[in-house]
């Protein structure tokens, strides 16, 4: 038997990027899907690719998968290229695809166990069933489990082998309110524990609350990037408004009407022309806007 | 389900190794898998086993598909270890990997320590297994029709069923990788009803109109019928079988590795 390849030094993970990529350029016959792609994704991190079908986030991860060869550019992940990566290298990235990638023919658990069973110190495959409801549905053929069901089955394969680097593919789609908190909750604690997790998604409670970084991508770039709060902070829209968002709790509607119309003078002395609402521009309204701009 | 945060599933305290199983456990464990999956789908079991043994069954109780001075029994043994091998190696293989691809566990395994050679690997090690399950259940049927194999006729069916294999395995994920599933599915079951019944295995090539016997013998059915027949039925042995069903089988493997797609996109 071939034994198992050592793990990269402690210090060699603690001075890479879980994820660096530079450049990256990727077309399909005419269409470019990814056009100077570059991000990083850190340990201890949940970064979150953000933008609309057909933004390039699949591509990007796929790259950085080794599922697909870039044209251009450089994908590093955990310093090493993904396209020629070894087993001992794919034991430490943890995978779940969008589509699913569940054998139809097998039954749950018998599929948890089989991904288990190609690390050499995997995870209880029982305690992570349990943990994600999978042992309800254990003995179903996974051609008849439900869209939320494979998801959370697609999850803990992912996780089974105790990666550095998970990347989820719309992680929660298709699963009801309950399974999606536990499954943000999880992946926090993954985080937590000094993992990176590298998620794509156009749902805002998987971004809200979870994502330390966020990449908006849109036709095949990035258009923004930073914490949730730096990209609504730093966004401009396309005709150069800025939102400045304030947040007041205790005040009287007629005090926080006044207080407008006092921002609005103090804004005129300085020569800017203050629109004052309530409420403020949250990342969901910054994400249609980025990316219909680009349209 | 338990509540959040009762265990760890992402922790790697200081006794945790993330590595890989070996390689040969992991191989060994997917072609558990593969076979289990195959043994437990009823389709595969009909194509496996079940058409098989109606070919043996027709073959010897019909008065069709007999060689002159050969017993009805060899030579209705020799197309039954051609269809099961056909309905193992191409069809079976060639619809599951079709699935498989278009449900991205292609995609999948090919993220996971397995790997795409892992993957390989097993499923043929799969599939040499379920051909020893065709050789016990059929051959147990066809002794029990009176079959008295002789020796060295078996040993020299290993090889060609081995060669047989391999190219009739190229075959099956060469369709598999390059069309839609739906053509996968209704080309595998069309050319193994053609491979069997009019491409040699079934019915010796000398049982055709003269122009079409160069068109047989010139098929990997038709160069494994004739092998198969040399050596579990006794007739005359053809280098010219072995060269066709060689060609198939480098050709078929070089298609393979040059325009087999692990993507369905």
Same mark, same amino acid.
């Given at each position: 038997?071939?034994?198992?390849?050592?793990?990269?030094?402690?210090?060699?993970?603690?001075?890479?990027? $879980?994820?660096?990529? =530079?450049?990256?350029?990727?077309?399909?016959?005419?269409?470019?899907?990814?056009?100077?792609?570059? !991000?990083?994704?850190?340990?201890?991190?949940?970064?979150?690719?953000?933008?609309?079908?057909?933004?390039?986030?699949?591509?990007?991860?796929?790259?950085?998968?080794? &599922?697909?060869?870039?044209?251009?550019?450089?994908?590093?992940?955990?310093? *090493?290229?993904?396209?020629?990566?070894?087993?001992?290298?794919?034991?430490?990235?943890?995978?779940?695809?969008?589509?699913?990638?569940?054998?139809?023919? $097998?039954?749950?658990?018998?599929?948890? /166990?089989?991904?288990?069973?190609?690390?050499?110190?995997?995870?209880?495959?029982?305690?992570?069933?349990?943990?994600?409801?999978?042992?309800?549905?254990?003995?179903?053929?996974?051609?008849?489990?439900?869209?939320? +069901?494979?998801?959370?089955?697609?999850?803990?394969?992912?996780?089974?082998?105790?990666?550095?680097?998970?990347?989820?593919?719309?992680?929660?789609?298709?699963?009801?309110?309950?399974?999606?908190?536990?499954?943000?909750?999880?992946?926090?604690?993954?985080?937590?524990?000094?993992?990176?997790?590298?998620?794509?998604?156009?749902? @805002?409670?998987?971004?809200?609350?979870?994502?330390?970084?966020?990449?908006?991508?849109?036709?095949?770039?990035?258009?923004?990037?930073?914490?949730?709060?730096?990209?609504?902070?730093?966004?401009?829209?396309?005709?150069?408004?800025?939102?400045?968002?304030?947040?007041?709790?205790?005040?009287?509607?007629?005090?926080?009407?006044?207080?407008?119309?006092?921002?609005?003078?103090?804004?005129?002395?300085?020569?800017?022309?203050?629109?004052?609402? =309530?409420?403020?521009?949250?990342?969901?309204?910054?994400?249609?806007?980025?990316? +219909?701009?680009?349209? | @389900?338990?509540?959040?945060?009762?265990?760890?599933?992402?922790?790697?305290?200081?006794?945790?190794?993330?590595?890989?199983?070996?390689?040969?456990?992991?191989?060994?464990?997917?072609?558990?898998?593969?076979?289990?999956? @195959?043994?437990?789908?009823?389709?595969?079991?009909?194509?496996?086993?079940?058409?098989?043994?109606?070919?043996?069954?027709?073959?010897?109780?019909?008065?069709?598909?007999?060689? #002159?001075?050969?017993?009805?029994?060899?030579?209705?043994?020799?197309?039954?270890?051609? =269809?099961?091998?056909?309905?193992?190696?191409?069809?079976?293989?060639?619809?599951?990997?079709?699935?498989?691809?278009?449900?991205?566990?292609?995609?999948?395994?090919?993220?996971?320590?397995?790997?795409?050679?892992?993957?390989? #690997?097993?499923?043929?090690? #799969?599939?040499?297994?379920?051909?020893?399950?065709?050789?016990?259940?059929?051959?147990?049927?066809?002794?029990?029709?009176?079959?008295?194999?002789?020796?060295?006729?078996?040993?020299? #069916?290993?090889?060609?069923?081995? !060669?047989?294999?391999?190219?009739?395995?190229?075959?099956?994920?060469?369709?598999?990788?390059?069309?839609?599933?739906?053509?996968?599915?209704?080309?595998?079951?069309?050319?193994? @009803?053609?491979?069997?019944?009019?491409?040699?295995?079934?019915?010796?090539?000398?049982?055709?109109?003269?122009?079409?016997?160069?068109?047989?013998?010139? &098929?990997?059915?038709?160069?494994?019928? *004739?092998?198969?027949?040399?050596? &579990?039925?006794?007739?005359?042995?053809?280098?010219?079988?072995?060269?066709?069903?060689?060609?198939?089988?480098?050709?078929?493997?070089?298609?393979?590795? /040059?325009?087999?797609?692990?993507?369905?996109?």
């Amino acid at each position: 038997m071939t034994a198992p390849s050592p793990v990269p030094s402690s210090a060699y993970r603690a001075e890479t990027p $879980a994820l660096e990529i =530079t450049g990256l350029v990727k077309n399909y016959g005419t269409v470019r899907a990814a056009d100077g792609i570059s !991000l990083t994704a850190r340990r201890g991190e949940v970064t979150a690719l953000l933008g609309p079908n057909g933004a390039g986030k699949t591509t990007t991860i796929s790259c950085a998968t080794g &599922l697909l060869r870039p044209d251009a550019g450089t994908v590093r992940v955990l310093g *090493e290229d993904p396209w020629r990566a070894s087993a001992a290298h794919r034991a430490h990235v943890g995978v779940m695809i969008q589509d699913g990638g569940l054998a139809s023919g $097998a039954r749950a658990m018998d599929l948890l /166990r089989y991904g288990a069973s190609l690390h050499v110190d995997p995870l209880d495959v029982d305690e992570l069933a349990a943990h994600l409801g999978i042992d309800a549905f254990a003995r179903t053929l996974v051609r008849r489990l439900s869209g939320g +069901q494979r998801q959370r089955l697609g999850l803990a394969l992912a996780l089974v082998g105790r990666p550095e680097l998970v990347f989820l593919d719309e992680p929660t789609a298709g699963m009801d309110a309950a399974i999606s908190r536990t499954v943000r909750h999880l992946i926090r604690s993954l985080a937590r524990t000094g993992t990176a997790v590298v998620l794509t998604t156009h749902l @805002m409670d998987d971004v809200e609350g979870v994502a330390d970084q966020v990449v908006v991508i849109a036709r095949g770039s990035v258009v923004a990037s930073g914490s949730p709060e730096e990209v609504i902070a730093s966004h401009h829209e396309a005709d150069g408004t800025v939102h400045l968002s304030a947040t007041a709790a205790g005040v009287d509607p007629a005090v926080a009407v006044t207080l407008g119309t006092e921002l609005r003078a103090a804004a005129r002395r300085r020569g800017v022309d203050l629109h004052v609402t =309530t409420g403020a521009a949250d990342l969901e309204s910054v994400l249609l806007d980025l990316t +219909q701009e680009r349209r | @389900m338990t509540a959040p945060g009762t265990v760890r599933p992402a922790g790697r305290p200081a006794e945790h190794v993330t590595a890989p199983a070996p390689t040969l456990r992991r191989v060994l464990r997917h072609a558990a898998f593969e076979a289990r999956i @195959m043994l437990s789908n009823g389709e595969q079991l009909m194509v496996a086993i079940i058409l098989p043994v109606l070919v043996l069954l027709g073959l010897r109780l019909l008065p069709v598909g007999g060689i #002159a001075g050969v017993a009805p029994i060899d030579s209705a043994v020799a197309a039954t270890a051609g =269809t099961a091998l056909i309905s193992t190696s191409f069809t079976s293989q060639a619809i599951q990997t079709g699935f498989d691809r278009r449900g991205g566990v292609l995609r999948w395994i090919a993220t996971t320590p397995l790997g795409r050679d892992g993957y390989l #690997a097993g499923k043929i090690i #799969a599939t040499l297994g379920l051909h020893v399950l065709q050789v016990l259940v059929l051959g147990g049927i066809a002794l029990a029709l009176g079959w008295r194999p002789a020796v060295l006729g078996l040993l020299a #069916a290993v090889p060609v069923w081995l !060669l047989g294999t391999v190219a009739f395995g190229a075959l099956g994920l060469l369709v598999a990788g390059t069309l839609r599933t739906e053509a996968v599915l209704a080309l595998s079951n069309i050319l193994f @009803m053609l491979f069997v019944a009019v491409g040699g295995i079934a019915l010796p090539p000398t049982s055709y109109p003269r122009i079409l016997r160069g068109l047989v013998d010139l &098929l990997p059915s038709g160069a494994l019928g *004739e092998l198969l027949r040399a050596s &579990l039925a006794g007739t005359a042995f053809s280098w010219g079988s072995v060269v066709v069903l060689l060609l198939w089988a480098v050709g078929g493997s070089f298609a393979v590795s /040059r325009w087999f797609r692990w993507t369905s996109v």
